[in-house]
């Protein structure tokens, strides 16, 4: 960012002002993931349990990331109108006691339905815009590494989930696995984000308290960017909507069904975990480097080329579950390419809609993912139940996946945006 009639704030100090930040911001986003990063695990002991088919189970699923796709604008509104703290802090309490919640399932659909839809309503206080927000809110300079390192707390959770939710689950039932996931991850996150988590609204807030002045936060806070108006007419937007739906659509129904993909071709639970698991380091690495290209080179061409690559997991998958070898590189191509879509689309929705109106935009982006996440995984239920087998639905991955990176690639340059706004931001920013 740059000050105005003043020096330019380096890396380092945006840094040494923003960390905690971003490590609280990290922990929250992660607790988001737990129930989807998670869901494959339930899968079969739930299944097993309650006779139902995997439609019936990945319904609920679906149910929750609907839900939250329809909520997220409303609540991109009140990020932008009261910032990402107020939000973020009770939906952390709320999350944990949803997730807690379905260790009570009793083998009713319209109760695991109501669970799902309540988790729904109450994550997306939690979901991707609240965290992202706050992130590129604070950080110019080094946007792209600070949002990587946010948005890789959904790799660690897909890093440690899968071992931590099969032991709990293989020592003391599905049930308590999913009490002690809610409990374990809930508590540590409330805490990082009550001790750090303080966005731009807050600081600013904090700034003119020290000033002795009273003036709201949505005045002082001139940032640039189009208006909600000009944001839904922007082809450049809507290209990364669209790119942004088809790919998570297809690798979220992915990453919900590979432990069954792979167990049903012969790989035991716990290999299957560990397996799921090397996705999460390929995921942790891609967001890091992903957030390091962002920041030098164009932005679409990096974002455009990653997001395409997940096309490839698909048509390793669809020859090569006999192999070890290629499973392992589908494995670790999809987490590398496949955790780097949340970040991919708040930079560039940063960078084509400015910060202005960015809750709402990116509100609107994560209603999207929401909606993809929520049919992905019921498209891969209905493509393994009625065609008995999930080579259709690879075979789909493999054309979105490629065609969404081409949308993406094919883009044109970012707009500049006035730097008075900006300016202004900065200076209450860090006081």
Not at 417 to 431: I, M
Request: charged content about 10%; proline content about 3%; hydrophobic content about 55%.
């Amino acid at each position: 960012m740059v000050m105005s009639g003043a020096r330019r704030f380096s890396m380092t100090e945006e840094w040494r002002l923003g960390w905690k930040l971003v490590l609280a911001a990290s922990f929250g986003f992660s607790f988001f993931s737990v129930m989807l990063a998670g869901a494959g695990l339930f899968m079969e002991p739930v299944m097993k349990e309650f006779g139902w088919t995997k439609t019936e189970f990945s319904f609920g699923i679906s149910i929750a990331t609907i839900t939250t796709a329809l909520l997220s604008t409303p609540f991109g509104i009140l990020v932008d109108r009261f910032g990402s703290r107020r939000v973020a802090l009770p939906g952390i309490i709320l999350t944990f006691l949803s997730c807690a919640a379905f260790s009570l399932a009793n083998g009713s659909q319209w109760q695991w339905w109501g669970l799902w839809l309540a988790f729904g309503v109450v994550a997306v206080s939690i979901k991707s815009t609240v965290w992202t927000a706050a992130v590129l809110g604070v950080f110019s300079r080094d946007k792209g590494m600070a949002l990587g390192l946010t948005l890789a707390g959904t790799a660690v959770a897909a890093l440690l989930v899968p071992n931590i939710g099969n032991a709990l689950i293989e020592n003391f039932g599905w049930r308590a696995a999913y009490f002690w996931l809610a409990l374990g991850w809930g508590s540590i996150t409330l805490l990082m984000c009550w001790l750090f988590f303080y966005d731009v609204h807050d600081r600013a807030a904090a700034t003119r308290k020290q000033q002795g002045t009273a003036t709201a936060a949505p005045e002082t806070l001139n940032l640039p960017g189009l208006s909600v108006p000009q944001a839904y007419r922007d082809w450049a937007l809507w290209r990364v909507a669209i790119s942004n739906f088809v790919v998570m659509l297809l690798t979220m129904g992915l990453s919900i069904h590979m432990f069954p993909i792979l167990t049903e071709a012969g790989i035991s639970r716990g290999n299957a975990a560990l397996l799921t698991s090397l996705g999460g380091i390929a995921g942790i690495v891609g967001k890091l480097l992903t957030g390091w290209l962002l920041d030098r080179y164009r932005p679409n061409w990096i974002g455009g080329i990653t997001l395409g690559a997940a096309s490839l997991t698909f048509a390793l998958l669809i020859v090569g579950l006999q192999s070890p070898v290629l499973i392992v590189i589908a494995i670790l191509v999809n987490g590398y390419a496949g955790g780097t879509k949340t970040q991919i689309t708040g930079f560039l929705t940063a960078g084509y809609g400015g910060m202005k109106n960015f809750g709402v935009i990116y509100g609107f982006m994560a209603a999207l993912m929401a909606l993809a996440s929520g049919l992905g995984p019921l498209f891969g239920g209905l493509a393994y139940d009625y065609a008995g087998g999930y080579e259709p639905f690879l075979i789909a991955g493999t054309i979105g996946c490629a065609l969404g990176g081409l949308l993406i690639v094919s883009m044109p340059r970012y707009p500049v945006w006035e730097k008075r706004g900006e300016a202004k931001a900065e200076a209450e920013v860090f006081g």
